[in-house]
């Protein structure tokens, strides 16, 4: 793997560490949170190249409304987490 290849999966591996945390933290069932963070992190990542080529945030929003709506506690959930920088 070249360089930048390697950075960004690292990164990628990192992400969905961090975002599968969360989803216990939430209490999502353990045997799910990995799945569970593919999914986000995948469908975010769609969602960025949607929104660039359609020059708008709607694909973005579209999955903030989606996975806020289907979270393990959707009480648990808070506006004021971030998503980790991937650079």
């Known amino acids: ?47 960025l190249i949607l929104a660039r080529a359609r020059r708008t945030t709607e694909p973005l929003d579209t999955v903030d409304r989606f996975f806020a709506s289907h979270a393990p506690d959707s009480g648990k959930l808070s506006r004021s987490w971030e998503v980790p920088e991937l650079v």
């Open 1 to 47: 793997m070249t360089g930048v290849k390697t950075h960004v999966c690292d990164r990628l591996t990192r992400w969905r560490a961090r975002v599968a945390d969360a989803y216990a933290g939430f209490g999502a069932p353990p045997a799910t949170v990995q799945a569970h963070a593919t999914v986000l992190v995948a469908a975010l990542e769609g969602a």
